[in-house]
């Protein structure tokens, strides 16, 4: 039987609304091609992603942790609580509390060792005078050089060694008030200095040879010889004498913040006298260079050339 021309347009109509239908449906599950089929257009290709740029921002990942980017900080942990950023230090308040703890430090080091320290040089001169300047002298120094003893792994040998060999020295008892009497020396004061001094150094402190030798600047064959020298002329018990004497400490002249000051003031004066010395000898030499020409010209103009001058006759 032949299909009718009546069936044949029935079955164009239902072909397009079914294609009519799937257009819609596409069309609602992509917004673009829904837009371009209202205006009569092909839906264009999904666009393809970027490649990720150098330096460029990019969307953070499940479980991170957003930075914020005016700022410039970490981004906050986990929870909603942020991490607090560190204070920053005041420069003049961090130098405040550096100079705090550099005197509290001297004044500990200072109470502790000056009376042990002044003892012993009394020990080793046999003038209380003479272990009160040198001992101030060695804590003096050590407060200007503060950063270098700081530092050294036994500050106490330092400034004990800086005593000793100032009170030592051989000028020392040149100076009126610093000498004692050959008649109030007491046997151990009669030795020669390097012997009262590894003596006193290796049986008073308990220093072994090596370290004694060290700090009285001699051989380790020489410290030892000095040693035996003297306990021959003190006698085998001269250890224990010299460590009954050492209990006996005297209690220093200035108190530690006394001793900073001082020596504050005292590296002012020299600073400005070291000044004042630099300029005077600039001034004379600036008055030599200006004088000097003029003083040559004024005796040639006095003698000029080819004159001769006759000596008087007798």
Same mark, same amino acid.
């Given at each position: 039987m032949s299909r009718t021309p009546t069936t044949k347009a029935a079955k164009a109509v239902k072909k397009r609304r079914r294609h009519q239908s799937a257009k819609d449906g596409d069309a609602a599950q992509d917004p673009r091609a829904a837009r371009a089929a209202g205006r009569g257009e092909s839906a264009a290709p999904a666009e393809r992603p970027e490649p990720a740029v150098a330096g460029a921002s990019r969307d953070p990942g499940p479980g991170s942790r957003p930075a914020d980017p005016a700022s410039g900080s970490a981004p906050a942990p986990r929870g909603g609580q942020a991490v607090p950023e560190a204070p920053a230090q005041?420069?003049?308040?961090?130098?405040?509390r550096i100079a705090e703890a $550099?005197?509290?430090?001297?004044?500990?080091?200072?109470?502790?060792?000056?009376? #042990?320290?002044?003892? %012993?040089?009394?020990?080793?001169?046999?003038?209380?005078?003479? #272990?009160?300047?040198?001992?101030?002298?060695?804590?003096?120094?050590?407060?200007?050089? &503060?950063?270098?003893?700081?530092?050294? +792994?036994?500050?106490?040998? &330092?400034?004990?060694?800086?005593?000793?060999?100032?009170?030592?020295?051989?000028? %020392? %008892?040149?100076? +009126?008030?610093?000498?004692?009497? +050959?008649?109030?020396? =007491?046997?151990? %004061? /009669?030795?020669?200095?390097?012997?009262?001094? $590894?003596?006193?150094?290796?049986?008073?402190?308990?220093?072994?040879?090596?370290?004694?030798?060290?700090?009285?600047? $001699?051989?380790? =064959?020489?410290?030892?010889?000095?040693?035996? /020298?003297?306990?021959?002329?003190?006698?085998?018990?001269?250890?224990?004498?010299?460590?009954?004497?050492?209990?006996?400490?005297?209690?220093?002249?200035?108190?530690? $913040?006394?001793?900073?000051?001082?020596?504050e003031q005292w590296l002012r004066i020299r600073t400005v006298g070291a000044v004042g010395a630099t300029l005077l000898i600039a001034l004379v030499t600036a008055v030599g260079l200006v004088f000097g020409p003029l003083s040559d010209r004024v005796a040639a103009d006095r003698h000029p050339a080819g004159q001769r001058t006759s000596a008087p006759a007798p």
């Open positions: 005041d420069p003049a308040v961090e130098a405040v $550099a005197q509290a430090a001297f004044d500990g080091l200072y109470t502790r060792n000056a009376p #042990a320290l002044l003892r %012993q040089v009394e020990l080793l001169t046999g003038s209380m005078p003479l #272990a009160r300047h040198a001992v101030h002298r060695a804590f003096d120094l050590a407060w200007q050089r &503060w950063p270098e003893v700081a530092v050294d +792994p036994d500050p106490a040998g &330092w400034i004990r060694a800086e005593a000793h060999h100032h009170a030592l020295a051989p000028w %020392q %008892q040149l100076l +009126p008030w610093f000498r004692t009497p +050959p008649r109030e020396r =007491s046997p151990f %004061q /009669r030795l020669s200095r390097g012997t009262r001094h $590894a003596v006193l150094l290796h049986d008073g402190l308990g220093l072994s040879l090596r370290r004694t030798a060290a700090e009285s600047l $001699a051989t380790t =064959s020489m410290t030892r010889r000095r040693i035996v /020298r003297g306990r021959e002329v003190l006698g085998e018990a001269a250890a224990v004498r010299l460590g009954d004497l050492l209990d006996e400490q005297p209690q220093p002249e200035f108190p530690a $913040a006394m001793v900073r000051e001082l020596s």
